[in-house]
């Protein structure tokens, strides 16, 4: 096991409000993570620093040691919240523009996951149903070999059919030496999946275990211990 | 099919699942298991649970690694019998306990389940 994720006393801000705040986070590879908190707590904004899309105000990221930058960006998949691809392209297309922007993406997969799922490449990205549109963007972000998979909110929005379509492929494409993180509020569709969860508030992590030791010791599962704690 | 309560480590329900298995059969004596990704894939969790509740099937001897081949299900019918006996007797207990929670006496117990057999049996 290698440590994919770094961060020193991480910190940003927006004006004034901080949005993460003195952050101190390791995470190993081989694991899935469930990233947790309200909204506003900086599930996204981590998300888009490790993804090296927003620059902190100060403290330090490392990325399987690599600070962030052109190197980093190679070693992470992202999967944004709000669909970043251009929706006039066929589905062919976007598995041609991962290839060309991406050393480490396998058409391979991807062909094959888009043929599972039977899917048309000739079909512009606009043309299918938001739940097809999130299992395109899913397979072409888990197609790549990263070290570090970012996935914000992957399977909201979703039908319940669709969001275990959603969670099977990330298990069966994660590999040993990657990190999943994935951002969501759908905590009991995800509790099964992920091995470790981060509780986020207000910017910090306040809690960091896993899923078997919440429900080893305090006999609730996450959604119960999530409910609790940020009960307003 | 694999069902998990929310209220309890998912390792501890997959163990108690594949041992079912191993007793009623659906994993025969001698028989490959299929792989941690096999599993995790069938049952939606973390390959790494699954992992933990095969180590932890080895160490108690329903399971057996046998390197670069897999994993296989004990071919001692005693053990499997063993775990069978312990299973039940887990059951029992709850019962038992429900029963007596009930305020029934021992003999009501089994007055009960015996009525409840020959009722069945007809």
Known sequence: MSVNLNTVALTKRYGSETAIDNLNLSLESGQIVGLLGPNGSGKTTLIKMISGLLTPNSGEILVADKKIGKESKALVSYLPERCALPDWMKIGELVTMYKDFFNDFDENRAYAMLKDLDLDLKKTFKALSKGNREKVQLILCMSRNAKIYCLDEPIGGVDPAARDYILRTILQNYCEDSTVIISTHLIRDIEGVIDRVLFLKKGQVILNTTVDEIREEKKMSVDALFREVFAC | ?122
Do not use: C, H
């Open chain 2, 1 to 122: 099919m694999w069902e998990f309560t929310n209220d309890r480590p998912i390792y501890l329900q997959l163990i108690e699942q594949i041992k079912l298995r191993v007793i009623n059969g659906t994993y025969k004596p001698g028989d490959k298991v299929p792989s941690v990704r096999e599993i995790a894939m069938e049952a939606g969790v973390n390959p790494n649970t699954v992992q933990r509740a095969f180590l932890e099937l080895e160490r108690s001897g329903i399971l057996s690694t046998q390197r670069t081949l897999g994993r296989f299900v004990t071919d001692k019918e005693t053990d499997i019998q063993n775990n069978r006996d312990d299973m039940a007797k887990e059951q029992v207990e709850i019962f038992v306990g429900k029963m007596k929670e009930l305020g029934l006496s021992g003999e009501d117990v089994i007055r009960l389940v015996q009525a409840y057999l020959n009722e069945e049996g007809k």
